[in-house]
């Protein structure tokens, strides 16, 4: 969890916060002893897929944390507090795909983190709410996000992090239809991630440099690098990797013509996204296997593929 190492600090000064002194203050002692167990209780229900609840307890939390005598006499367990509710609140609200509230306290924790100096955990944060725009299609406000992530990893030395920032612009300026870009910083990303030896991310990058050369009308380099990304998905059993990759071959070969070819790698992609129930895959595969039988001038069999990929939908 991202905010693990925050949920420790707090403990630690959770549990030797109150000294002798403050024994007669009964107020504050509850005070403090109400937050610390409730940031517990929503931990565990966020943990436990009950991100709902979870949402409620950090908010009665942030309540809580307005008392004042809390807020002056605790400055720093306040602010320590602070950030573990908003990273639950942020981390439930992605886990039910309610992006719109997960933006808005994700963009409030970033400012505490930006405002406490905690530079590691802003450029992380930066990647996932990056990521969230991009699920939206919002490419523009994600390729914003993803290159403050490149010029924080940079600074405090993280590669795999800028490799990771690399990678999502990449996928953003391909979306923009801004293929030259996204080959520029996919060609980054795959440097860094040859050079820390992480395969899963070196698949990734052949696998996005893969389509992007497609795009490019660049057919032979495309499927050069896809089948680079293939024989690694293969390797580590990842079958929603080996589907895509499969798929995108399939694309391939279909623009090139070669509808044998085409139709068996669209099989194999179908088959393993009926077994892992990826519906969008489906619909892909069908739409065009559906375009290969048109193509060869079989109506009835392109007619039925088509329907399935709009039954997908």
């Known amino acids: 969890m991202l905010f693990y190492t925050i949920e420790l600090e707090l403990y630690f000064l959770f549990t030797g916060l109150i000294e002798e002194d403050e024994m007669n203050n009964l107020d504050y002692v509850f005070q403090v002893n109400c937050v610390g167990l409730a940031l517990m209780i929503a931990t565990f229900l ?30 720093q367990f306040v602010k320590l507090a602070t950030i573990a509710i908003y990273g639950t609140i942020f981390m439930a609200y992605f886990l039910i795909s309610d992006y719109t509230n997960a933006i808005k306290y994700g963009k409030q924790l970033l400012d505490i983190y930006h405002e406490c100096g905690k530079t590691d955990e802003e450029g992380i944060l930066l990647l996932k709410l990056a990521m969230i725009y991009e699920k939206q299609c919002k490419y523009v406000e994600a390729g914003k996000l993803n290159e403050k992530a490149v010029k924080i990893m940079r600074e405090i030395g993280d590669r795999r992090g800028e490799a990771a920032a690399y990678r999502n612009l990449g996928v953003v300026f391909s979306s923009l239809g ?67 990759c499969y798929g995108n071959l399939g694309a391939i070969f279909l623009s090139r ?34 375009n290969i039988f048109q193509s060869r001038g079989e109506y009835d069999k392109a007619k039925e593929y088509l329907e399935k990929a709009l039954d997908q939908n």
Not at 49 to 72: F, P, S, Y
């Open 178 to 244: 801004e293929y030259n870009k996204a080959k520029q910083y996919l060609d980054k990303a795959l440097t860094i991630t040859i050079e820390f030896g992480d395969k899963a991310g070196e698949a990734t990058c052949y696998g996005n440099l893969g389509t992007v050369f497609h795009s490019l009308g660049e057919n032979g380099k495309g499927k050069e690098y896809l089948e680079k990304a293939l024989a690694i998905r293969i390797e580590f059993g990842d079958r929603a990797g080996e589907a895509s």
């Open 46 to 75: 966020f943990n436990t897929g009950r991100a709902v609840k979870a949402i409620e307890v950090c908010k009665e939390c942030l309540i809580l944390l307005n008392n004042e005598v809390l807020k002056k006499k605790e400055k």
């Open 257 to 290: 013509g070669e509808y044998d070819k085409a139709k068996e790698y669209l099989e194999k992609a179908l088959a393993i996204r009926i077994e892992t129930g990826n519906k969008k895959g489906e619909a892909s595969d069908f739409q065009n296997l559906g």
